[in-house]
């Protein structure tokens, strides 16, 4: 099993849209969550760290279940400028991230 | 930006060669990670470095081998190079934020193709 699993996609979606993607963890230690957007052929740039109460940045909201071990990821109104890939990752204190292998999102007109 | 920056940005090399890449970490980050990005896969866990010494390594084999110096900047070279070396590397700085959470900041990535 994956240290950390995400469904890959794609999630083909019209403008306007909510999506949800969530990913699952398997180390019970873990204690940062992160979510990132990948834009093809670039690097993973961070959208939003995960905290314990919920969290929300503008049309993004994001959620951690530590009992079930997921965090998940909710864009209202998808924009074009959405359609990118995004990453979840986990670590523990300074430690290095651990990423699941990515969701893809296009959004369409 | 992050402020994070790598050189070179492409390198094309053959197999059995070696190369170097370098990282310069944003200022005041003490910690530098870097990870290898296979096409459609999660960026690997290769090493990190804390203060100048090896602070984790993650499933690569000694070939790949790195250092930190004391502007924090890093460097990380691999011998022998494989077809399956080929990848997108990237290196992450890491900053405690007022949030309490470790978080890491990538550069653009160094693209390699080894042929």
């Known amino acids: 099993r994956k240290e950390v699993e995400q469904d890959p996609g794609p999630f083909n979606v019209p403008e306007g849209a909510t999506v949800a993607f969530n990913c699952t963890y398997s180390?019970?230690?873990?204690?940062?969550f992160f979510w990132y957007r990948q834009d093809c052929r670039k690097e993973p740039k961070l959208l939003m760290s995960?905290?314990?109460s919920g969290n929300e940045d503008g049309r993004f909201t994001a959620q951690l279940n530590r009992a079930s071990q997921y965090i998940s990821l909710l864009i209202r109104d998808s924009k074009l400028s959405d359609s990118a890939t995004y990453l979840c990752?986990?670590?523990?204190?300074?430690?290095?991230?651990?990423f699941g292998s990515g969701t893809r999102l296009q959004v369409q007109p | 930006e992050t402020g994070v920056t790598q050189s070179p940005t492409h390198l094309i090399k053959t197999r059995g060669q070696q190369v170097t890449l370098r990282c310069s970490s944003q200022s005041g980050h003490n910690t530098v990670s870097w990870y290898q990005q296979a096409l459609g896969q999660g960026p690997q866990f290769i090493f990190q470095?804390?203060?100048?010494?090896?602070?984790g390594r993650g499933n690569f084999p000694p070939r790949f081998s790195g250092l930190q110096f004391p502007n924090y900047s890093s460097e990380l070279n691999v011998n022998a190079l494989e077809l399956d070396d080929s990848a997108l590397y990237l290196c992450?700085?890491?900053?405690?934020?007022?949030?309490?959470?470790?978080?890491?900041?990538f550069g653009p990535g160094t693209r390699l193709l080894v042929l």
């Open positions: 995960v905290y314990s």
């Open positions: 990752a986990v670590n523990v204190g300074r430690r290095a991230l651990t």
């Open positions: 180390n019970s230690a873990s204690q940062s």
């Open positions: 470095y804390y203060r100048e010494e090896e602070n």
């Open positions: 992450a700085s890491s900053l405690l934020g007022t949030d309490r959470l470790w978080t890491q900041y």
